[in-house]
Every structure is written in C-alpha cells, then in structure tokens.
C-alpha cells in the first residue's frame, strides 16, 4: 500500500494559537487527501476533501475559516487550526487517493494528536 | 447516505482461535467497494482487506477472509489463527463512486493470551 506521513505525531499548544499539521505522500501523486478527525473511542468522521490546486470541500457543520486545508503540491496537503480551543483537541488523521490505479481505496496517516489547553 | 453497522462493540477470543467480526450496510447501488481497517493502539489505520461489490468471489488476505453477501448487505471479517498482534480496533468501511468513505462505529478486538 502507499505511504503517508503526518507532521507532527503530537502537539500541545495553548487557546488562541494556530496549528499546522502535514500530510505528505511518499510514494505516489494524491490529487486527493481527505483530513477525518477522530475523538476517544470513536469512528473516524471526515471533515473536508482536499484537491490539489483547488478549494478544499468541507463537510456540513466543519468551519472552513477555522481549519484551514491547504493543497498545494500532489505529495502535500496541510491543515490548520486555527485560534485553537480545548474543544478542538483531538486526533487528526489524513489520507490520500492515488491519482491513477486503486482510486477507491484510501491509504492513512499515522495521526496527529493535538491537545489545547 | 449510507450507513454501516457494526453490531459488536467488543469482542474478545482465545490466541490461536478464529473470530467473525459482523457489518452490514445500507445501499440502493449495486456497484461499490467495501473495507476493513484495523487501528492498532498507535492508532495508525491499516488496510486489511477490500471487496469489490460487482465481485462475487469472497477476498482473502493470509489469515484474514471476508463473507460478502450482496443480498443480505452484510459483510463480515473473519481472522483466521487469531493473533496477539491482531488486537486492535476493526473499522468496517463503505465506498461509492464520488462519494465519501463511510464507516462503522468499530468493534474492539482483543486477543487473550
């Protein structure tokens, strides 16, 4: 399967300040990311579609303004948090679509564990 | 929308046994794909295994085997020669064509010594 990585694995960061977290692949061109975003003991929710040169595709109920996506090159796909709050502390994860080949299965970060305090 | 349905929220079974983890899904399409992905405790979500739905042979991966019934819209995994590595959360996982992955609410696997 592909390989995705995840800059940070784990950030504490105080109320009020931004947060980014990378998604890279490794070994393949994803014209698509996805970025979930999963709390304690359960399933992962999606949050926004992330398409490289073009705007992110949020979720209903996800802030745009507040988690910012960025998809800038077929190998990087950035999210934001932006004015972080306790209530934004949970675990992210990204995946990607290879742009060719088994579009349909999705290959997943190792996560990002963010704590607000 | 879709939905799936993982029925056990936990399960537990012998090292060495076999296990059946229950899905079954909601669709009015006939062609999608279906999936198991375990998170182990480092929470890093591995592919286990995929069916194609136009497929009518089950998928095998080692140790690891699906029961896919397109009528009854279920997908069970079983795991064959349980392992204490095996231990992990199993999310099943539903796709269309241009839609969002969707998946279950998770069974937790525990292999007992």
């Known amino acids: 399967g592909a390989v995705v990585s995840q800059h940070p694995s784990w950030v504490i960061c105080k109320s009020g300040t931004s947060v980014k977290i990378e998604c890279r692949s490794l070994?393949?061109?994803?014209?698509?990311m996805f970025w979930y975003r999963q709390f304690p003991k359960q399933s992962l929710m999606l949050m926004a579609t992330?398409?490289?040169?073009?705007?992110?595709?949020?979720e209903q109920g996800v802030e745009k303004d507040k988690f910012l996506i960025n998809h800038a090159s077929l190998t990087l796909s950035t999210l934001t948090v932006t004015s972080a709050h306790p209530e934004d502390s949970s675990f992210y994860i990204c995946?990607?679509?290879?742009?060719?080949?088994?579009?349909?299965?999705?290959?997943f970060g190792p996560g990002t564990r963010l704590l607000v305090l | 929308a879709q939905t799936v349905t993982q029925s056990q929220p936990e399960m537990s079974v012998q090292e060495a046994e076999t296990v059946t983890l229950s899905c079954t899904y909601d669709?009015?399409?006939?062609?999608?794909?279906l999936f198991w992905y375990k998170q182990p405790p480092s929470r890093q979500m591995i592919l286990v295994i995929r069916?194609?739905?136009?497929?009518?042979q089950n998928a095998t991966e080692n140790r690891f085997s699906v029961n896919f019934q397109k009528a009854a819209k279920s997908f069970s995994l079983k795991i064959s020669d349980s392992q204490l590595g095996d231990t992990a959360m199993y999310f099943c996982?539903?796709?269309?064509?241009?839609?969002?992955?969707?998946f279950g609410t998770g069974t937790r696997l525990t292999i007992i010594p």
């Open positions: 069916q194609e739905a136009y497929k009518q």
């Open positions: 996982a539903f796709l269309e064509a241009d839609e969002k992955l969707t």
């Open positions: 669709t009015s399409e006939s062609n999608y794909y």
């Open positions: 995946s990607t679509m290879t742009s060719g080949g088994a579009w349909e299965t999705q290959y």
């Open positions: 992330s398409n490289e040169g073009s705007k992110a595709t949020y």
């Open positions: 070994d393949f061109q994803a014209t698509t």
